[in-house]
């Protein structure tokens, strides 16, 4: 098997520090009618925040989708909210039986998963919501830049978080979105503190000029891997799952997030989508979740499904990385059912903005 030369994700150059400044955090989420935002550490840490801002505790219940990194239940766990998890459909949509069959008087929220950075359709979750006085709570993990009409995705609950380096290629950081107007606070701070580690910021400029020097020249990348897993303790993959709920986000996420052109890395997402959406068309044995982007769309990877037929290994065999998504929760795992069917046979295959279209030949 040839040297891995598209990775899962991007990683920034360590001259982008010192490029100039597109934009700040702050404009942009006020371009996008963004009512109130605060940074944390991960996606996780600003749900365990936002879980607090609804006020659960372990008197509640959640309810959450079945299929979903299991990663994602850490802060409800935290708080001792019980754990409920309602089945979805082909489509990724929730299944609406399932849900209402679920839900008891001392449920406090349901969440719902913007999947792969696609919008969900929320109408009916919305209105059942409503309907029992439940919370809805809009898991953005994958989908910080996507759009629907005039609103960011995960603005559309009653709050909302996102993850900011599955996209951005940061080394960590959360978005928190506060939308009910009910619960926004009285004097809201839009930055929490953000951290500084020389140590493991200097081993994610490491790990981030290897793997550009990997994406444009096919070097091998053992010691990018070696390198990459020493900068993850404060992001969302690795360490402690106490610790990266309570640590501060990185300057060096803040100062990436002022420079970075967000317009041309939605652009080039888009593009490499594309081009597999025109690559693995005919493909014996492949289904695509998502046959077209919906205008606003930054894709965070192409997923597929995978049937018969050696698609996957023969672009393994190509230095590109392909995996499957997601590692459920404990309670989920190992179930006969289309959860775990997804869990066993979705591959996401990277479209990132660092992707070079030529290696994907």
């Not at 996209?167 to 506060?178: E, M, S």
Request: aromatic share 10%; with cysteine.
């Amino acid at each position: 098997m040839k040297s891995t030369r598209v990775a899962e994700n991007s990683m920034i150059t360590p001259w982008l520090l010192f490029s100039q400044r597109k934009g700040s955090i702050s404009h942009y989420f006020e371009r996008n009618t963004v009512k109130f935002h605060s940074l944390h550490a991960s996606g996780r840490a600003a749900l365990l925040e936002g879980l607090k801002v609804l006020g659960c505790t372990a008197h509640d219940n959640a309810l959450l989708p079945g299929y979903i990194c299991e990663v994602a239940a850490e802060p409800f766990r935290k708080l001792g909210v019980q754990l409920r998890f309602y089945d979805i459909l082909p489509s990724l949509e929730p299944d609406m039986t399932d849900l209402v069959n679920k839900i008891d008087d001392k449920t406090k929220a349901v969440m719902i998963v913007d999947y792969f950075g696609f919008p969900q359709e929320l109408e009916s979750v919305q209105n059942l919501c409503n309907k029992h006085g439940i919370f809805l709570i809009e898991d953005n993990s994958h989908g910080i830049l996507s759009r629907k009409g005039s609103g960011l995705l995960g603005t559309f609950g009653d709050i909302g978080f996102s993850s900011i380096y599955k996209v951005l290629a940061t080394p960590n950081g959360g978005i928190l979105f506060v939308n009910n107007d009910q619960l926004i606070p009285d004097n809201p701070a839009p930055f929490i503190t953000p951290g500084f580690s020389l140590k493991k910021d200097g081993f994610f400029f490491a790990s981030s000029l290897l793997n550009s020097l990997e994406t444009k020249y096919g070097l091998p990348t053992w010691i990018l891997r070696k390198a990459y897993g020493k900068t993850h303790p404060v992001g969302e993959s690795i360490g402690d799952k106490t610790l990266f709920m309570e640590a501060s986000v990185s300057r060096v996420t803040i100062a990436a997030m002022e420079r970075l052109d967000h317009e041309e890395i939605i652009r080039k997402r888009r593009s490499n989508y594309n081009y597999w959406l025109d690559r693995v068309s005919g493909v014996k044995g492949i289904k695509v979740l998502f046959e077209s982007l919906p205008e606003g769309t930054c894709p965070w990877v192409f997923p597929l499904i995978r049937g018969e037929g050696n698609f996957i290994e023969e672009i393994r065999n190509n230095g590109i990385a392909c995996s499957t998504w997601p590692s459920l929760p404990p309670e989920v795992r190992g179930r006969k059912d289309y959860t775990n069917y997804l869990a066993e046979h979705l591959f996401v295959l990277p479209v990132h903005q660092s992707v070079n279209q030529d290696y994907l030949k």
